[in-house]
């Protein structure tokens, strides 16, 4: 590869002195480097904003419900009551929920 990039740059055939060359070497291995860093950087940086950002979970499926009964032995008060009315709104973040009107 270092024979490659120094007759690419013409360097050889020029006559210039072996220091001139690992010196123009050095250089474009430098920026070849510098080039592969800035990718790699702003891959990293771009997979770190995607993953930090959480998604949307639901509950646990895995829970099972209990009855009405054993429900209502464990709570400490019960509202019962008469639904007059179901919306459906919006959230400031666009998600839909059911709001009930007794």
């Keep these: ?11 050889v055939s020029t ?4 220091d001139s060359i690992d010196l123009y070497y050095k250089i474009i291995l430098g920026v070849m480097e510098m080039i ?7 891959l990293l940086t771009f997979i770190f904003i995607i993953g930090s950002f959480p998604s949307i979970t639901s509950a646990c499926s895995c829970a099972e419900l ?4 054993e429900a209502f032995e464990r709570s400490a008060a019960v509202f019962s ?9 919006k959230s400031l973040k666009g998600y839909t929920y059911k709001s009930v009107l007794c």
């Design 15 to 18: 006559g210039r002195s072996i």
């Design 36 to 42: 592969f860093f800035r990718k790699a950087m702003i």
């Design 1 to 11: 590869m270092k024979v490659n990039i120094k007759k690419q740059l013409g360097v």
């Design 81 to 89: 009551g008469k639904v007059l009315d179901i919306k459906k709104k």
């Design 66 to 69: 209990s009855s009405v009964e």
